[in-house]
């Protein structure tokens, strides 16, 4: 068997269809609607609360393109707010930004567990400046409840990220209503992606015939379609079948014990990780001084560990969310790795590390 570790998921189809359904993420007294994306849930709740909140968007100045482009294809005005050197919200910045701005919707999320805000404070800001909350739990959804009873409008998380799901991503609202308009699945991107990961389980198994430069062109061709920032489109059926077979509970103790030895062999070394191992991440970041050449080292050895993110256009500007997009590389901790593999990630990421002056 071929060992790599990071990137896309492989899915092993023929296991996967022995495995039983289990109703999950339902959530009290709300709706809960599924999307093909994260940038597909955000887009629709960009449509749909436009009017309500003035056409203004409070966003994290640490995100991506995925997360602003959606408000700003609506024609929303996009601010940004900082982000402190703990990966917390600067809450000074983000009550004058919301005080300048009020009535408007106001995005937050946690970076790999790490909770940005209290909710105390998130609540008092709400009625100071009577804002729409919506918190990305991407990072935390098997970690934090989807509080009922808390200050948040809509709740979404993209849950491909997390498993091998071709596509898929939920929002969840307490008070407002989720089925007010129809969208299409996009099955032929979930058809693509779905051959791609088989595709990618099959060379790993070095089964006859099976292509790493094909899975990957394909994989590459499904993150163009997302890129294009069409729909919204909601999650396919067949995702929906596989979210629902997918033992999420394991997945959720997996990362945790594998993102807790990561860090602790981090910390021996002194390297400081950006996460909180109380909550299965997706990643273990950590801030370098050669990142470039720290990843092309480690890719060199099949451990991809990827960058994230590459800020939108007048996000985090001399701040630690510059510093941060900048210097950081993410290393895999998911549920397809033992403690063994574990040892080996950290043995080799420590070494290149070393190597490359941090």
Request: aromatic share 10%; net charge negative.
């Amino acid at each position: 068997m071929i060992r790599e570790y990071g990137s896309e998921f492989q899915l092993d189809a023929e296991a996967l269809d022995d495995r039983p359904r289990i109703a999950q993420f339902e959530f009290e007294n709300g709706q809960t609607r599924f999307f093909r994306a994260g940038r597909d849930a955000l887009r629709y709740l960009a449509i749909k609360e436009c009017d309500n909140c003035g056409g203004v968007a409070l966003l994290p100045a640490l995100c991506c393109d995925s997360m602003s482009e959606p408000f700003v294809l609506e024609g929303y005005k996009v601010v940004f707010f900082d982000i402190d050197s703990n990966l917390r919200i600067d809450y000074e910045d983000l009550t004058r930004k919301a005080e300048a701005n009020r009535g408007s919707l106001l995005l937050y999320m946690s970076y790999f567990g790490i909770s940005p805000i209290s909710s105390d404070d998130i609540s008092a800001l709400k009625a100071a400046a009577s804002l729409t909350i919506a918190r990305d739990a991407t990072h935390d959804i098997f970690g934090r409840r989807v509080d009922v009873d808390g200050p948040d409008d809509f709740v979404l998380a993209s849950l491909r990220k997390w498993a091998a799901l071709p596509d898929g991503a939920l929002l969840y609202s307490r008070h407002h209503d989720l089925c007010d308009a129809q969208f299409d699945a996009d099955e032929p991107f979930a058809e693509l992606r779905r051959k791609a990961m088989i595709e990618k389980w099959q060379y790993l198994n070095e089964a006859a015939g099976a292509s790493k430069p094909r899975y990957m062109a394909q994989l590459s061709n499904c993150n163009c379609v997302l890129d294009e920032m069409g729909g919204p489109y909601t999650m396919s059926e067949l995702s929906r079948d596989i979210m629902d077979r997918t033992d999420w509970e394991t997945v959720s103790d997996a990362r945790k014990r594998n993102a807790k030895l990561l860090v602790s062999r981090l910390e021996d070394a002194g390297l400081r990780s950006y996460c909180d191992t109380a909550v299965p991440p997706l990643y273990v970041p950590v801030i370098l001084n050669d990142r470039d050449s720290v990843q092309k080292r480690l890719s060199s050895i099949d451990i991809y560990c990827p960058v994230l993110w590459p800020l939108p256009e007048g996000a985090g500007e001399g701040g630690f969310a510059a510093k941060f997009s900048n210097k950081m590389l993410a290393i895999p901790c998911d549920q397809r790795y033992c403690e063994a593999d574990m040892e080996y990630i950290a043995d080799a990421f420590i070494e290149a590390a070393r190597d490359f002056g941090n």
